[in-house]
């Protein structure tokens, strides 16, 4: 009994409720040498999710005192079987947005920030909401970290105990600087930003959110985790989060785009620069999403390709990068550093012409070129080469410097 493990909360009748953060408590249970824990019933299944832990589950004092006596042992829990996944919503619903469709499936598959602009029903958030069907199923180091960090937030549902897709995010614009990040008054939790780690981190409205908070944003994710101190102590949360930014080109938000526009010029200029450019610079695709006319509609009626077929996709290129960047901890071109893009990835200069021209006129910044190179990277590997081309590095400077919002 002395490597006995007691999680939860008593109750004041003798009852023991259900905690937050079980699973992060287990395994590091687990790694201190411990084989058995006693938890609430209620939080029986994610703590089962340990498989080299003994988990016993009870719902009041008197059963552990049993147990401890060794008059009624606890019975071990045993695991059942995890729940069917609901369904993804399916990228054969968006029409006529092709630009839109190719830039989800770059973002998925080399890991890119992205931003969409366009008045509304363009179909951001369509899009935005259909880019986790995209991305792999987490794998199992994966699915405990981002459960781990769901059960410390207390969002995990009790039927579904292990995470095991990537989850999306989608604070509202009036969100807090402690609900996207993190925070608290008494328990540090984490932010809308930590719980789509492995995910989808999308700010529709982008605009609307203050500065201040979105700009926050900008070191954690460079860094892939965020830390955060509070007099009572500091926690720091693992977020690799794809973002993804979604605005109407001006405040007035006409569905009918510029042309019925009652914006002037300053109003225009004030609201796009709520966006701050370090920010955006951070951002790898950056695209316009004009209005659906009639005729693209009617196209779209036909069989747009579906999240299925997409993902097969997704998941080849994912894989070609997997093996190139074998040898180290990186697994996306997102990930790879500017200076082993120019030493071990280099691409010939006669492709790189047009991004090289862009850097001399000021149209990219240094940190802007590397993340053309790693683009061009991503597509390249959706086209089955072994290095990028004029092509690839001319479509990947489009995505960049595309009149978003303007």
């Known amino acids: 009994m002395d490597r006995l493990v ?19 408590a287990v395994l590091a249970a687990a790694r201190a040498g411990h084989d058995q824990v006693v938890v609430p019933a209620a939080n ?4 089962a999710l340990v498989d080299r832990v003994q988990v016993l589950a009870l719902d009041n004092l008197t059963q552990l005192v049993a147990h401890l006596e060794g008059t009624t042992p606890l019975v071990p829990y045993e695991r059942g079987a995890l729940p069917a996944e609901p369904p993804v919503p399916d990228l054969g619903d968006v029409v006529g947005q092709t630009a839109g469709r190719r830039a989800v499936e ?22 935005a909401e259909r880019l986790p069907g995209l991305l792999p199923p987490l794998d199992e180091e994966a699915a405990l970290e ?6 410390i937030a207390g969002t995990l549902p009790p039927e579904a105990p292990l995470v095991t897709r990537p989850t999306f995010e989608a604070p509202h614009h009036s969100a807090t600087m402690a609900a ?49 101190q509070r007099a009572a102590g500091a926690a720091t949360f693992p977020c690799r989060a794809q973002l993804v930014l979604a605005a109407n080109p001006c405040p007035c938000a006409s569905a009918a785009g510029d042309s019925a526009c009652t914006c002037s010029p300053l109003e225009r200029r004030r609201y796009q620069s709520r966006l701050s450019g370090p920010l955006l610079d951070r951002v790898d695709l950056r695209v316009d999403l004009p209005p659906v006319t009639r005729a693209a509609w009617l196209d779209g009626l036909g069989a747009p390709e579906s999240t299925a077929v997409v993902a097969e996709r997704v998941a080849r290129a994912r894989a070609a990068a997997g093996e190139r960047l074998a040898g180290t901890e990186l697994r996306l071109n997102s990930e790879v550093p500017g200076r082993m893009l120019r030493e071990r990835f280099v691409i010939p200069r006669a492709s790189l012409s047009l991004a090289e021209r862009a850097l001399e006129r000021g149209s990219l910044s240094v940190r802007g070129f590397d993340r053309v190179i790693r683009v061009a990277w991503t597509l390249s590997d959706l086209a089955g080469r072994t290095v990028p ?18």
């Open 146 to 151: 981002v459960t781990a960090i769901h059960s």
């Open 106 to 127: 770059v973002a998925a598959a080399g890991g890119h920030h992205l931003y969409l602009a366009g008045p509304p029903g363009a179909g951001k958030t369509m899009l």
């Open 180 to 228: 996207l990040i993190g925070g608290g008054s008494g328990q540090i939790r984490p932010g809308a930003l930590c719980r789509a780690h492995r995910g989808v981190l999308f700010l529709d409205e982008a605009p609307e959110f203050p500065r201040a908070v979105l700009d926050t944003l900008r070191q954690p994710l460079e860094r892939g985790q965020v830390t955060i």
């Open 6 to 24: 007691l999680l939860g909360e008593l109750g004041l009748d003798g009852s023991v409720r259900g905690i937050r953060g079980v699973l992060p």
């Open 44 to 47: 029986a299944a994610e703590a």
């Open 389 to 406: 081309g004029p092509d690839q590095v001319a479509e990947a400077l489009g995505m960049r410097l595309q009149r978003v919002a303007a």
